[in-house]
C-alpha cells in the first residue's frame, strides 16, 4: 500500500509540475502577443496639412484702456470769484471760447490808479522836457552852464523813463483784466464742472475739464514677427462682445448713427514703436479709433474684438491642432509616427492659425485628440476633406 500512495504522490506532484509550468509559458506567450499588439498598435486620428490661405485675423482681448490726446483743464489765470458761466455739463466749446467770468475787484481800482500815475508821468515830462528845450537853446547860444543843460537831459530822460514804468504797469493790469475771462483750451466737450458760481478760485485752479473723445487710442504688444505684418495706416474693426461696456463714465453726448451695442469701429494703426527698421524683440502697436459716434469714452473696457479689415497670405492650420499655449504641435511623419513639433504663432481668425516658425507647407498636423498623445506613436490619420 505505501508502495502505490508513493507511486500516486510522485503523479500528482510532477502533474502539478506540469501545470505550472505550462501556465508559465502560456503566462509568456501572452505578455510577449501583447507586447508585440501594442508596439504594432496604430492609433487612429484625424489630421490636416498646413497649407497657405488668406486670412483675416481676429484678435481676442480681454482689456483696452482707451485714451485721449485731446483732455486739459480750464484754469483761472489770476484770483477771484467766479460771476457767470457760459456754458454747463456736456456743453460743446471751442479752443478760445470764454467759458467763465471771474471778478477781481482790485483790479479796477488798480488800473484807475495806474491811469492817474500816467497822468502824473505824463506832466513831469512835459515840463522835463520843456525844460530840456531851454537848457538846449541856452547851451547853442553859450548862455547856460554845461552842467544844467547835462541835468535837464537827466530830467528829461528819467520823465520818459517813469512814464513807460507807469505805461507798462497799466499794460500788466490790462492783461489781468483779460485774464477774468476763462476760455477754453481746445475744442471738445464740458466734462467735468469743477467749480460753480460764486466760488473764489486763485490763479492756478482748474475749473473745467474739457475733452475730445472723437479720436481715441491704445496699444497692445506685439512680437516682432507679427508687428512686421503690420503697416502704419492699416484698417482694423473693434467689436465690443460685452455691450454692458458702454457705460459713460464722463456722461458725454451720443453722436448721431450710432448702433448702440451693435456698433463697429473703424480703427487705425498709427503707430508701431521702435520703427520697424529698427531691431526688436517686442513692439507697441498704437490704434486709433474712430468714435465719431460719441459712444466710446477715455476709461478701460473689455471683451474686445479686433478685426483685421484686410486679409494676408499666410501659411496656416486648424486652431485644434495647437496644444500647450499654442507653442507646441503633433505632426505625422513620414514613418507615420508621431513627432511633437515646437511652432511659433501669430493672428487667427478663429478657425486658422498663422503658423510664423517650426512648420512647413504641406506638414500633416493632427487635430483630433491631441491630448495624452506621445512622440514616436504609430497613427493612421484621416484627412479632413479627404486625400491622402
Do not use: C, W
Amino acid at each position: 500500500m505505501k508502495k502505490f500512495y508513493a507511486v500516486g504522490l510522485v503523479v500528482i506532484l510532477m502533474m502539478a509540475i506540469g501545470l505550472i509550468v505550462y501556465g508559465t509559458y502560456l503566462n509568456e506567450s501572452g505578455e510577449n502577443q501583447i507586447a508585440m499588439r501594442m508596439k504594432e498598435r496604430t492609433i487612429p486620428l484625424q489630421g490636416e496639412r498646413a497649407k497657405y490661405r488668406n486670412l483675416s485675423p481676429v484678435f481676442k482681448l480681454e482689456t483696452i484702456n482707451l485714451s485721449s490726446d485731446e483732455m486739459a483743464d480750464a484754469v483761472a489765470l489770476i484770483n477771484g470769484r467766479i460771476e457767470n458761466s457760459f456754458v454747463k455739463k456736456n456743453s460743446y466749446v471751442t479752443r478760445g471760447q470764454t467759458i467763465f467770468e471771474l471778478v477781481n475787484e482790485d483790479i479796477p481800482i488798480k488800473i484807475q490808479q495806474a491811469d492817474s500815475s500816467i497822468a502824473k508821468a505824463e506832466a513831469q515830462l512835459l515840463r522835463a522836457k520843456n525844460s530840456f528845450d531851454r537848457y538846449t537853446r541856452l547851451k547853442d547860444r553859450n548862455a547856460t552852464s554845461l552842467e544844467k543843460y547835462d541835468e535837464a537831459k537827466l530830467n528829461y530822460e528819467a520823465a520818459q523813463a517813469s512814464l513807460r514804468e507807469a505805461q507798462a504797469v497799466k499794460e500788466q493790469l490790462l492783461v489781468q483784466d483779460s485774464r477774468q475771462e476763462v476760455i477754453a483750451p481746445i475744442d471738445g466737450e464740458i466734462l467735468i464742472m469743477y467749480k460753480q458760481i460764486g466760488a473764489y478760485v486763485n490763479a492756478g485752479t482748474p475749473i473745467a475739464l474739457v475733452g475730445n473723445f472723437e479720436r481715441l487710442t491704445f496699444s497692445v504688444p506685439v512680437e516682432d514677427a507679427g508687428a512686421r505684418t503690420l503697416s502704419v495706416g492699416e484698417r482694423f474693426e473693434l467689436n465690443f462682445m460685452n455691450s454692458k461696456s458702454f457705460k459713460k463714465a464722463y456722461d458725454t453726448e451720443y453722436g448721431a448713427g450710432n448702433l448702440g451695442s451693435k456698433q463697429i469701429f473703424p480703427v487705425y494703426v498709427k503707430e508701431i514703436m521702435p520703427d520697424l527698421n529698427h531691431q526688436a524683440a517686442m513692439r507697441k502697436v498704437v490704434f486709433e479709433v474712430d468714435n465719431s459716434v460719441g459712444i466710446l469714452e477715455q476709461q478701460a473696457y473689455s471683451d474686445v474684438e479686433l478685426i483685421r479689415s484686410t486679409s494676408h497670405n499666410a501659411l496656416t492650420i486648424p486652431l485644434t491642432a495647437l496644444s500647450e499655449n499654442r507653442q507646441y504641435v503633433f505632426i505625422v511623419t513620414p514613418e507615420n509616427t508621431l513627432d511633437r513639433r515646437r511652432i511659433t504663432t501669430g493672428a487667427d481668425d478663429g478657425k486658422y492659425v498663422e503658423i510664423l516658425t517650426g512648420l512647413r507647407e504641406g506638414d500633416t498636423v493632427i487635430t483630433s485628440a491631441t491630448k495624452g498623445l506621445e512622440e514616436g506613436a504609430k497613427v493612421t490619420v484621416t484627412l479632413v476633406g479627404g486625400g491622402k
